[in-house]
T-cell receptor, first 116, second 110 residues
Framework: DTGVSQNPRHKITKRGQNVTFRCDPI?????LYWYRQTLGQGPEFLTY????????KSRLLSDRFSAERPKGSFSTLEIQRTEQGDSAMYLC??????????????FGDGTRLSIL | GQNIDQPTEMTATEGAIVQINCTYQ??????LFWYQQHAGEAPTFLSY????GLEEKGRFSSFLSRSKGYSYLLLKELQMKDSASYLC???????????FGTGTRLKVLA
């Protein structure tokens, strides 16, 4: 079990640029989640996938944000035309469903985005 | 609306016991989770409650009362490495997305 892997760990970019983050979940996990966390706050749900299907998107997710999970394995989160308010830690989590019990989500170390 | 409340900060002494409370008001309930998060690191799963009562895992225990919308995390025999933020999260809808509290920052003093 290699855990959830996120790349890059840190991203610094200028306002207006596009950025893309990658998440590799635990291999047998069918659910994948994206959260955003700012300093002193808990993670906020952004979106989640079951296999390759994106099942829910938060109202926090403006049309500048898009997420994909094309083959039901890794996922990417893209932010277009970044703004200062996008500066945050972006966390990915994965879980396994169908075990008859609510399985916990396992988190990656996150990608810290800083907008200059 | 959805609301999860935790104290912002707590301080305790090494070797002591500390209880971190979490109250929630959510439109649905499908389980409550506790996570530990060290600064700059991933949240790490600690415990899960879906039925009323106490769940014990080594030095950590978690309690749930669904009628009161209340949970607590109990940490025994505190160690310096327990200094971290503790996040309470509720699965509100059975879709397994979590609503998190703001977290409780615990400082363990020697």
């Amino acid at each position: 079990d290699t855990g959830v892997s996120q790349n890059p760990r840190h991203k610094i970019t200028k306002r207006g640029q596009n950025v893309t983050f990658r998440c590799d979940p635990i291999s047998e996990h069918n659910r994948l989640y994206w959260y955003r966390q700012t300093l002193g706050q808990g993670p906020e749900f952004l979106t989640y996938f079951q296999n390759e299907a994106q099942l829910e998107k938060s109202r926090l997710l403006s049309d500048r944000f898009s997420a994909e999970r094309p083959k039901g394995s890794f996922s990417t989160l893209e932010i277009q035309r970044t703004e200062q308010g996008d500066s945050a830690m972006y966390l990915c989590a994965s879980s396994l469903t169908g075990q008859g019990r609510n399985q916990p989500q396992h988190f990656g170390d996150g990608t810290r985005l800083s907008i200059l | 609306g959805q609301n999860i409340d935790q104290p912002t900060e707590m301080t305790a002494t090494e070797g002591a016991i500390v209880q971190i409370n979490c109250t929630y008001q959510t439109s649905g309930f499908n389980g409550l989770f506790w996570y530990q998060q060290h600064a700059g690191e991933a949240p790490t799963f600690l415990s899960y409650n879906v039925l009323d009562g106490l769940e014990e895992k080594g030095r950590f225990s978690s309690f749930l009362s669904r009628s009161k919308g209340y949970s607590y995390l109990l940490l025994k025999e505190l160690q310096m490495k327990d200094s971290a933020s503790y996040l309470c999260a509720v699965d509100t809808s059975g879709t397994y997305k979590y609503i998190f509290g703001t977290g409780t920052r615990l400082k363990v003093l020697a």
